[in-house]
Nanobody, 125 residues
Framework: QVQVVESGGGLVKAGGSLRLSCLASGLTGARNMGWFRQAPGKEREHISCITGNGQSTHYADSVKGRFSISRDVAKNTAYLQMNNLKPEDTATYYC???????????????????WGQGTQVTVSS
């Protein structure tokens, strides 16, 4: 059974940092992993992703230079280090895994079929 579980969210002041973790179990092969977020009343935004081998990453302009994605293949875990957080980063953050192993581009959004339940990040001003 496939499970994707995020953790690490919380309340932080503007300028602070958080590190989100995403444990994906029950998957065959190191899948591309992505982080998304959705604020109330807004569409879901793809903010970052990393390929299965960890060699390629992608960032949305809104987080580039502040967020960093990484993964530990042996632990089936992806991470999102978030620095210099801003109030506009407040959202529910979701992790997702691609439908299968070996997809070249991690920003192939429709291929994300395994989703976590989300973790809340709140940044106060």
């Amino acid at each position: 059974q496939v499970q994707v579980v995020e953790s690490g969210g919380g309340l932080v002041k503007a300028g602070g940092s958080l590190r989100l973790s995403c444990l994906a179990s029950g998957l065959t092969g190191a899948r591309n992993m992505g982080w998304f977020r959705q604020a109330p009343g807004k569409e879901r935004e793809h903010i970052s992703c990393i390929t299965g081998n960890g060699q390629s990453t992608h960032y949305a302009d809104s987080v580039k230079g502040r967020f960093s994605i990484s993964r530990d293949v042996a632990k089936n875990t992806a991470y999102l280090q978030m620095n210099n957080l801003k109030p506009e980063d407040t959202a529910t953050y979701y992790c997702a895994a691609h439908v299968r192993f070996g997809i070249t581009s991690c920003d192939d959004i429709p291929k994300y079929t395994h989703w976590g339940q989300g973790t809340q990040v709140t940044v106060s001003s």
